[in-house]
DNA sequence: AATGAATGAGATTTCATTCAT
DNA sequence: CATGAATGAAATCTCATTCAT
């Protein structure tokens, strides 16, 4: 069955591309991986750099929405921590796709591509930690957002480099403790 | 002169390396940035690895020794700022370096050479880095000292994704602020 | 049915192999055009040059007959008219397989395939053409033999080259007058 | 000395696109028969194709711009016998670069690099074939170009096919004297 | 008979590295 | 020291052919 070879390729491909980088992965490399010849990649997909973008058009596909649901928590405290769950609960579920974003997010021309593809969930998801950040009681929700944003970005990249040794939901309990009490102590 | 050609390899390949990564430049490209012969790469560095090992050697070197100086600051407060802006003035002063540190963070076998590399400046780092936050007043020094390393990553990436863009002094000043607050609300 | 498959793959090759090439052309190409699949052309020929050898052998078959038919026309002038319409219709009928032997013929071992397999009908042609040529009043009825072999050959590249522009019947009469002219000037 | 090798490529290159074809003729192929290393190839030409372009480039000057002397020949016929001896010869002293030339203009594409290319050379020699046809008394200049450019053609294929066996001084001089003969008795 | 996914040998192209000058 | 032509191993990609369905 096709679909069957070609999902083999993708997540053989985005293993490899996630932990090598692109260019340091070889085509043999994924089609060893893969279980399939190296002919049959290129039946697929045109070039290698295709099924990179297969990867991004597809592997962002399958687990960008999930934020999507309405989640119905009650107060803000829960609800910035289930967020904050569903966040950092990619990083134990997809750590292979939240590498590879890492990766791609330092080269310019992968980035724009990536913000291209992204940019309707981002920009939803942007609103909807802004709403949550000022029923949190943030009194400077932009400054919060970015905040936010480089938090998860910063703990992404040291979870990944050492997952067994990051204290990652220490690390969570921490911050939502933290940045609650600051919200609270500002009213 | 034999230093002068070897400097100008060293800051092509820097650019090159952390733009655009490692295995993706070639040496082609490097020969041509710095304005030397292929051959002359190859009389200062035995391979295009030693390259980058060069400089994680010698930037490394370079820059890393700021940290050790004594400052002078008075209280905590000024302390931790000026630690601060020690950290993120690097961002401004050397994107490549910070970029390129990124990029090898996410590689296994690179990461371990940098641990080796600097591990006698980053235990160093962290003790003056935990004996600050006690005195600005932390309860929990160890969970601290990853929040700011997990910062210090995330507005690094941010950071350099889009320089003009990202309020790196908002953020910075908006932290110090932040963390302070509930230091000194736990008291 | 079969006979209906193969005549598909075979006038696909046919168009494929003298527009581009034998080599130049796929068997992708060739399945495509001739709305087949890949497979069911392996299941008709063995490899990709029996498919060429097969037009080689039938396509040749069914046009080179039509020359054989004893033409009836009375005076010389009409015979050799007649039979150079013969010819230079192929050219407005047959393109394709003249471009394909036009391509077969600069290649040293397909002109031998070719010259084997048209042996006999070679033969035939140049003796009728001889006999032609004397009852026309050639004097040299060899070296006219030759003469006209070239006009053809050099008549067939320039016309499927640019067929619309290429005055095909201009050059057909004048070529007729001047020859006859010149034998008949010769007694 | 990059020259010499570049020229190495450039003949073994011609030599096979000549004999085999373009696509039948592997960069393998033109490495061994060039003597240099497959590597190098591709440090002169960008593609297999540049290969082509370059001879189409630079072989097409090498020997076109030999018509343009003005040859001093007195009378029409003695111009038109050394215009064909010109064209002819060449047959004999650049048989492959005639072949690589009837080979090309059976390609489309190739066809219109070709006349692009050689736009101006063909223009001035048609130019000066009437002129000649004009004065050695032909009265339809325009048919006669046609013939004689049909003529070259058809030689060429038919030399090419069998060097030793066509008799292409015996051909030349016959049509001389039929042309010849032929404008003078229309007189 | 028919399909098209799969294969693998081989073609084109790249690039770190060497070496003659 | 310095150059860049040259190499060859390895990477990317193609395509005739096979084969399971």
Same mark, same amino acid.
């Given at each position: 069955?096709?679909?069957? %070879?070609? #999902?083999?390729?993708? *997540?053989?491909?985005?293993?490899?591309?996630?932990?090598?980088?692109? %260019?340091?992965?070889?085509?043999?490399?994924?089609?060893?991986?893969?279980?399939? #010849?190296?002919?049959?990649?290129? *039946?697929? !997909?045109?070039?290698?750099?295709?099924?990179?973008?297969?990867?991004?058009?597809?592997?962002?596909?399958?687990?960008?929405?999930? !934020?999507? &649901?309405?989640?119905?928590?009650?107060?803000?405290?829960?609800?910035?921590? %289930? !967020?904050?769950?569903?966040?950092?609960?990619?990083?134990?579920?997809?750590?292979?796709?939240?590498?590879? *974003?890492?990766?791609?997010?330092?080269?310019? #021309?992968?980035?724009?591509?990536?913000?291209?593809?992204?940019?309707?969930?981002?920009?939803?998801?942007?609103?909807?930690?802004?709403?949550?950040?000022?029923?949190?009681? *943030?009194?400077?929700? @932009?400054? @919060?957002?970015?905040?936010?944003?480089?938090?998860? @970005?910063?703990?992404?990249?040291?979870?990944?480099?050492?997952?067994?040794?990051?204290?990652?939901? @220490? /690390?969570?309990?921490?911050? /939502?403790?933290?940045? !609650? %009490?600051?919200?609270?102590? &500002?009213?």
């Amino acid at each position: 069955m096709k679909a069957k %070879s070609r #999902s083999a390729i993708i *997540s053989a491909a985005l293993e490899l591309f996630a932990k090598k980088g692109f %260019s340091a992965t070889t085509t043999d490399e994924i089609a060893k991986k893969g279980k399939v #010849s190296k002919g049959l990649i290129f *039946s697929h !997909f045109h070039t290698k750099e295709d099924i990179l973008l297969a990867i991004i058009d597809e592997e962002i596909d399958r687990f960008l929405p999930k !934020f999507n &649901q309405d989640d119905d928590a009650r107060d803000p405290k829960e609800k910035l921590t %289930s !967020f904050m769950n569903g966040w950092l609960g990619l990083l134990e579920k997809e750590p292979l796709l939240i590498l590879l *974003s890492l990766r791609l997010n330092l080269d310019e #021309s992968w980035r724009k591509i990536l913000r291209r593809k992204g940019k309707q969930y981002i920009e939803i998801y942007l609103k909807r930690m802004r709403d949550l950040l000022i029923q949190a009681g *943030s009194k400077k929700p @932009d400054l @919060d957002c970015y905040l936010i944003g480089v938090l998860f @970005d910063g703990i992404a990249a040291n979870y990944i480099a050492a997952p067994e040794m990051f204290p990652l939901n @220490d /690390i969570k309990d921490y911050l /939502i403790e933290l940045l !609650f %009490s600051y919200w609270q102590n &500002q009213k």
